[in-house]
C-alpha cells in the first residue's frame, strides 16, 4: 500500500471516528435535554393535579391509585417523594409522574414517542452529515495525499536518477518551508555535493593517467631495450601492464566526460562478433564458441562495440571458467561462462570501477565496457543463470537496420 493510500485511508478514519464522536455527544446531550424538559413539564403538571385534588376536583388525564405503575416510582412514592420516571419496557415509551397526597397516589402519564421520533429524526441527520462530512475528508485527503505523493514521487525519481549516474538530475523547487521543501533542498544539496566530488575525483584520476602516460611509455621503451633473459621478460610484462591500466583509467576519464560520440556504420553483427572475439583471445587460451542463431545489420559503432565485446570476454576467462560461449540472436549478443557468476553487487549496482568482487573480478573492464554501452545507446545487463556461471548481454535491438544480410 502506497503512502498517497495510507493518507487518505488515514484521513478518511479519523473524519470518521470524529463524525461517531460528535454524533453520540449530540445525541446524549439532546437526550438528556429532551427528557429534562419533558420531566419538568410532567412535573409542573404533576403539582397542579395535586392542587385540583385538594380542592376537590380532578382532571381527565389524573390518575388516582393505579393498580400498576413502574416499580422504581412506586417505591419512590412510598418513601414520600415527588418523582419522575420514563418506562421503555413498553412498545412505546411512557413518562411518569408520581406523588402522594395523604392516603391518595397521584400520578400523571404521558406518551413519550414524540421525543423519541425526533431524536430518531436527529439520529438520521447525523449519519447523513457525518457521512457527507466523512467523504468529504476523504475527498480531500486523497487531494492532499496526491499532491504529497507526486512531489514524493518526484524526489524518488530525481534520487534514482543521481544513483543512476545522471547528477545533472535536479528537483525543483515550489516555495514553502514544510517538510517536504526541505528534503527536496536537502536532494538537490546532496546531488551537488556529489557532482563535486564526482568530477574532483575523475578530473584527479585524469590528470594521474596523463602525469603518468609519459613516465610509463619511457619506461616500456627502456624495457625493450633490456638484454633478453626471464628478468626482462618479467620487467616488460610489468611495464605492459601499467601501461594497459593507464590506458583504460584514461579511456574511463573520456568516457565519464560525456563527450564521447559513436561513428556508426552498417555491419553483421555475427562476423562483427566473431572479429571481436578473435581480436580479444589470449596466446595459449581457449577459444571461444561463437554461435549465430539469427544474424542481421546493425547499424553501430564497430571499433565500441568489439571493445565491448572484448573485455566481456576478457573477464569471463580472467574471473570465469571455460567454456565461454558468445551468442548472436538477433540484435543480442550474449556472452556465457561456465565460472561462479558475477557478484551480488554487480547485479544490484553495475559495474563500479576499482571494485573487484570476491568472485569475479570486474575492476575497468566491465566499467568501459558499461560505458560504451551508453554511448552506443545499447543496454549491457548481467545475471546469473540459473544453470551456472556468469551471462552478460548487450542489447542492439535499437540500431538493428535489416534482417540477415
Known amino acids: 500500500m502506497g503512502l498517497r493510500i495510507k493518507t487518505a485511508v488515514a484521513i478518511t478514519a479519523v473524519s470518521a471516528l470524529v463524525a461517531v464522536l460528535i454524533g453520540l455527544v449530540v445525541h446524549h446531550r439532546t437526550a438528556v435535554n429532551q427528557l429534562d424538559t419533558a420531566r419538568s413539564e410532567i412535573d409542573q403538571r404533576l403539582l397542579t393535579a395535586v392542587e385540583d385534588h385538594a380542592a376537590g376536583f380532578d382532571r ?7 393498580y400498576r405503575m413502574p416499580g422504581p416510582l412506586r417505591r419512590a412514592v412510598e ?37 423519541d421520533r425526533n431524536l430518531a429524526s436527529l439520529d438520521e441527520d447525523l449519519w447523513l452529515a457525518g457521512g457527507l462530512g466523512t467523504a468529504l475528508a476523504a475527498a480531500v485527503g486523497v ?11 518526484a524526489s524518488a525519481r530525481t ?13 525543483k523547487p515550489r516555495g514553502g518551508k514544510d517538510e517536504i521543501a526541505r528534503l527536496i533542498h536537502s536532494v538537490n544539496t546532496m546531488a551537488d555535493a556529489l557532482a ?8 584527479v584520476t585524469a590528470n594521474i593517467a596523463h602525469e603518468l602516460r609519459t613516465p610509463v611509455a619511457g619506461l616500456v621503451a627502456a624495457a625493450g631495450l633490456l638484454p633478453p633473459g626471464r628478468p626482462t621478460e618479467l620487467v616488460r610484462e610489468r611495464a605492459q601492464r601499467v601501461r594497459s591500466l593507464m590506458e583504460d583509467v584514461l579511456e574511463v576519464a573520456r568516457l565519464d566526460g ?21 581480436a580479444a583471445a589470449a596466446p595459449g587460451q581457449e577459444d571461444v564458441a561463437v554461435t549465430v542463431v539469427r544474424e542481421c545489420l546493425v547499424e553501430t559503432d564497430a571499433r565500441r562495440v568489439e571493445r565491448i565485446l572484448a573485455n566481456l570476454v ?14 548472436v540472436d538477433g540484435g543480442v549478443i550474449r556472452v556465457r561462462d561456465g565460472g561462479p557468476g558475477f557478484p551480488e553487487h554487480l547485479l544490484t549496482r553495475g559495474p563500479q570501477r576499482f571494485r573487484t568482487g570476491s568472485r569475479s573480478g570486474l575492476g575497468l573492464g566491465l566499467t568501459i565496457a558499461a560505458g560504451q554501452a551508453r554511448v552506443l545507446g545499447a543496454r549491457l545487463t548481467f545475471a546469473n543463470p540459473a544453470g551456472g556461471g556468469a551471462e552478460a548481454v548487450l542489447d542492439l535491438r535499437d540500431a538493428v537496420r535489416g534482417g540477415a544480410p
Open 79 to 115: 418513601q414520600g417523594k415527588r418523582a419522575t420516571y420514563l418506562d421503555r419496557s413498553g412498545p412505546e415509551s411512557a413518562l411518569w409522574a408520581a406523588t402522594r397526597l395523604g392516603d391518595d397516589i397521584i400520578v400523571i402519564k404521558h406518551a413519550y414517542t414524540r421525543q
Open 159 to 171: 534520487a534514482e536518477r543521481i544513483a543512476d549516474g545522471d547528477l545533472t538530475a535536479r528537483l
Open 60 to 66: 381527565p388525564r389524573t390518575i388516582l391509585n393505579p
Open 258 to 278: 560525456d563527450a564521447e560520440q559513436a561513428e556508426t556504420d552498417v555491419r553483421a553483427l555475427g562476423e562483427l562478433t566473431r572479429r571481436a572475439v578473435r
Open 196 to 203: 563535486a566530488r564526482l568530477q574532483a575525483e575523475r578530473e
Open 143 to 153: 487531494a492532499l495525499a496526491t499532491i504529497v505523493g507526486r512531489r514524493l514521487n
Open 314 to 327: 576478457t573477464n569471463a576467462f580472467r574471473h570465469g571458467a571455460a567454456p565461454v560461449v558468445a551468442e
